[in-house]
């Protein structure tokens, strides 16, 4: 197997990866693109013995040393608000420049023929993954669902106001991080997932009732769920601090969720990492979206 570099290697989804990377092959095979390679984060794995290149997506030069002699390059989606279309492409087009044979990108899962635009998401992963396509590389998408790490943010302070969203009766499959991670390790150290997209959701899918039910018994409490207007929702939002671009971020969330966007169970996250992923109700079992 040749050398495996994962870039986004200090956030929430490429460290776990990395950690779980490290567990499959020899650190001598790993790398990571990073914009401190002293952070603490990344200090423990060099000690282990993989190589930290420092840079980021919108450096062109940093992305080309960091990629010579990989094999494969683990992108990991650039945040939003950060102009993606420019980082993802720098990325692809450093990758072919430089000889990676193999680029798995982190996407958004999107309903065939959908028409749902969540704000500074939908449409750079669109791009990202046309520009992929089309570059000649070998190439994986793997297509992911909301996180259940982030599931609290779209309906709030439950425990005191309950789950307070806009109306709909869509669910979400979400998903946890470290089974996503998993799913980005299997498709690194296997074969058979070459210019193939796999589309990464939960196995059970739940409505904002539905997470209001669990979160009621798991508990103990009365967490009643209630639809409201969007103008109340942003309204909420806003009151509670979040900026304007953050408040309507989250309402394209929610609106795909509450139309089904995210409600397809696929089974493909399953078959990747060889179990069945966490639910939502294990999930906050285990982690308070109260705390």
């Known amino acids: 197997m040749g050398k495996i570099l994962i870039t986004g290697a200090t956030g929430n989804l490429g460290s776990r990866t990395l950690e779980l990377l490290l567990k499959k092959v020899p650190s001598n095979q790993v790398a990571v693109l990073v914009r401190n390679p002293e952070s603490e984060k990344i200090k423990k794995f060099v000690q282990e013995g993989i190589e930290a290149h420092q840079g980021d997506y919108f450096d062109y030069d940093s992305l080309l040393r ?32 430089a000889g990676v044979k193999h680029v798995i990108f982190t996407s958004i899962i999107r309903r065939e023929n959908s028409n749902l635009i969540v704000p500074e998401v939908s449409m750079s992963d669109l791009f990202a993954e046309q520009t992929l396509k089309a570059s000649g590389l070998t190439y994986t998408i793997l297509q992911n669902p909301p996180y259940l790490e982030v599931m609290h943010l779209y309906f709030g302070d439950a425990l005191k106001v309950g789950v307070r969203v806009p109306a709909g009766s869509g669910k979400v499959a979400a998903a946890s991080l470290d089974d996503l991670a998993a799913a980005n390790v299997a498709v690194l150290t296997q074969n058979g997932h070459e210019n193939k997209s796999y589309t990464l959701s939960g196995s059970e899918a739940s409505s904002f009732a539905d997470i209001a039910e669990a979160l009621s018994e798991i508990s103990e409490i009365n967490i009643p769920y209630e639809a409201i207007s969007e103008k109340e929702y942003i309204d909420t ?23 089904g966007e995210f409600s397809e169970t696929s089974g493909d996250l399953e078959r990747l990492i060889g179990r069945k992923p966490m639910t939502y109700k294990e999930f906050f079992k285990i982690k308070s979206p109260f705390a």
Do not use: C
Request: hydrophobic share 55%.
């Open 237 to 259: 939002l806003v009151a509670n601090g979040f900026p304007v671009f953050m408040t309507d971020f989250l309402l394209g969330w929610v609106r795909g969720i509450n139309t």
């Open 66 to 97: 960091a990629f010579n002699g990989v094999e494969k390059v683990m992108l990991i989606s650039a945040q939003a608000f950060t102009d993606r279309n420019t980082q993802h492409f720098n990325v692809i087009a450093a990758a072919k420049q």
